[in-house]
């Protein structure tokens, strides 16, 4: 068995209900991509801005986008989807192009995803809460075994709420009927991450299956690590 550090997770901040066997906990709800799903994409659209933002940048542009928001939220076409981010992104590519390559983004579940969902016990109920779209879902969607890991999916633009929005997390815990204390949420990016502690839900931020086991770890939903954890440098939070 390795030994988790159990107090800290990839934004480097220890969190007080961590680390320790949370019997309040009953639901563990799933971001998908970056947490379970590879990254994909952000080269591409760094590489048709010319690099002129860093990769913490453009999720900033794409998470506060209206365009981006609407669309997965179900408001906008494909189509209307495309020619609207080119314009607000200034991407030197046409509509068709765009879509093309989006279709092959965030598709491929990280090895031993489904494995680690397996080992959440069944005491847990086991849901997914990720901003999509019917590009990325559809894809999503044929995975069966991924499909089937879980008892709820919530996917942004079939629910018409998206994080980090406030309401995207009621929405999880009215459908669930469960407490906001009583969820842990997994999530690579620190804006839903706060937006999830924001109305009480216990939240982590990490990216990809060892600091998911990880944080899993921390807050006693499984019992041991057996995956090389990933090196995190330790932040001074006395200042």
Same mark, same amino acid.
């Given at each position: 068995?390795?030994?988790?550090?159990?107090?800290?997770?990839?934004?480097?901040?220890?969190?007080?209900?961590?680390?320790?066997?949370?019997?309040?906990?009953? =639901?563990?709800?799933?971001?998908?991509?970056?947490?379970? =799903?590879?990254?994909?994409?952000?080269?591409?659209?760094? +590489?048709?801005?010319?690099?002129?933002?860093?990769?913490?940048?453009?999720?900033?542009?794409?998470?506060?986008?209206?365009?981006?928001?609407?669309?997965?939220?179900?408001?906008?076409? +494909?189509?209307?989807? +495309?020619?609207?981010?080119?314009?607000?992104?200034?991407?030197?590519?046409?509509?068709?192009?765009?879509?093309?390559?989006?279709?092959?983004?965030?598709?491929? @579940?990280?090895?031993?995803?489904?494995? *680690?969902?397996?080992?959440?016990?069944?005491?847990? *109920?086991?849901?997914?809460?990720?901003?999509?779209?019917?590009?990325?879902?559809?894809? @999503?969607?044929?995975?069966?075994?991924?499909?089937?890991?879980?008892?709820?999916?919530?996917?942004?633009?079939?629910? #018409? &709420?998206? &994080?980090?929005?406030?309401?995207?997390?009621?929405?999880?815990?009215?459908?669930?009927?469960?407490?906001?204390?009583? /969820?842990?949420?997994?999530?690579?990016?620190?804006?839903? /991450?706060?937006?999830?502690?924001?109305?009480?839900?216990?939240? +982590?931020?990490?990216?990809?299956?060892?600091?998911?086991?990880?944080?899993?770890?921390?807050? #006693? /939903?499984?019992?041991?690590?057996?995956?090389?954890?990933?090196?995190? &440098?330790?932040?001074?939070?006395?200042?």
């Amino acid at each position: 068995m390795m030994v988790c550090q159990p107090n800290s997770f990839s934004d480097g901040l220890s969190y007080p209900n961590s680390g320790m066997n949370d019997t309040s906990i009953s =639901v563990v709800l799933f971001d998908v991509g970056v947490v379970l =799903v590879e990254p994909s994409g952000v080269a591409t659209m760094l +590489a048709w801005m010319d690099n002129r933002v860093s990769t913490e940048e453009l999720w900033k542009m794409w998470l506060t986008s209206p365009t981006v928001r609407s669309f997965e939220t179900g408001k906008l076409s +494909a189509e209307d989807f +495309a020619d609207r981010i080119i314009a607000d992104f200034g991407l030197p590519v046409l509509g068709s192009e765009f879509l093309r390559e989006m279709t092959r983004w965030s598709v491929t @579940l990280f090895p031993g995803a489904i494995e *680690l969902i397996e080992r959440v016990p069944l005491r847990y *109920l086991r849901a997914t809460l990720c901003n999509t779209n019917p590009i990325h879902w559809s894809y @999503l969607a044929q995975n069966e075994r991924l499909i089937n890991a879980f008892e709820h999916h919530f996917a942004s633009h079939l629910i #018409g &709420k998206i &994080k980090p929005d406030e309401e995207a997390f009621r929405h999880v815990t009215d459908a669930l009927g469960c407490k906001p204390e009583e /969820v842990l949420f997994l999530d690579d990016n620190q804006l839903n /991450v706060l937006g999830a502690r924001t109305i009480g839900m216990n939240a +982590a931020q990490v990216k990809g299956i060892p600091e998911a086991e990880r944080a899993l770890a921390a807050f #006693g /939903v499984i019992t041991e690590c057996r995956l090389p954890q990933p090196l995190v &440098k330790q932040r001074d939070c006395t200042h």
